[in-house]
């Protein structure tokens, strides 16, 4: 009915029927799956956020096969603050589609990345993915690149853009422009201020 209506009050209607639904078959991963999309349909009423995160952990490998799902779990993580709970997500991700993560979400992929509480892991992370792939992936580099820009890195950030342009030479994206536009001003400018 939601999705003809627009009208949440169907969905807070069908609520407790999907969780009588989970009480009696909890370890039902579909039936947390829609769970979780019901509360994160009502997000707006603030005790649903962490009901969503909980209904969409609970739906075990299948937030992964829902990429609308796996999306709104990602934006909850990262509205109560745990990036690195959106990082942890996004490399399980990272490991069944890559494709999918850099055409669809690569934005969303950085912010959660640059929300870590430790950039260092995140380095190590990336490095793991850019050794798992027989096909180099730029954003993986380019994502490298930024993070160490965020390090005040120089010499690691030159490191990884130089790998980004080189793989893009070979596996061609788009809308990176302004990403790479900023990443060269800032190389310049540290440049000319270290003399």
């Keep these: 009915n939601y999705s003809q209506s627009q009208n949440l009050d169907d969905v807070l209607n069908a609520i407790p029927h999907i969780e009588l639904a989970t009480e009696i078959r909890p370890y039902n991963f579909s039936y947390q799956l829609f769970k979780g999309?019901?509360?994160?349909?009502v997000k707006r009423l603030d005790s649903y956020y962490i009901d969503a995160i909980i209904a969409y952990e609970m739906s075990g490998e299948l937030i992964l096969e829902s990429k609308q799902s796996f999306l709104a779990l990602v934006?909850?993580?990262l509205h109560q603050r745990l990036a690195d709970e959106a990082n942890d997500?996004?490399?399980k991700m990272l490991s069944i589609d890559p494709d999918w993560v850099f055409s669809n979400?690569?934005?969303l992929f950085l912010t959660a990345f640059l929300a870590s509480t430790d950039r260092q892991i995140q380095l190590t992370d990336l490095k793991e993915l850019e050794n798992k792939y027989t096909i180099q992936y730029p954003q993986i580099y380019l994502t490298q690149a930024i993070i160490y820009s965020s390090l005040d890195d120089l010499d690691s950030l030159e490191e990884a853009f130089n790998k980004y342009k080189a793989?893009?030479?070979f596996n061609e994206i788009s809308d990176m422009e302004e990403k790479e536009q900023a990443l060269t001003a800032y190389i310049t400018s540290r440049k000319s201020s270290n003399g």
Excluded: C, G, V
């Excluded at 999309?37 to 349909?41: K, M, V």
């Design 37 to 41: 999309n019901l509360f994160y349909l």
């Design 167 to 169: 793989a893009k030479t």
């Design 89 to 91: 997500l996004f490399l």
């Design 75 to 77: 934006e909850l993580y």
């Design 105 to 107: 979400a690569f934005d």
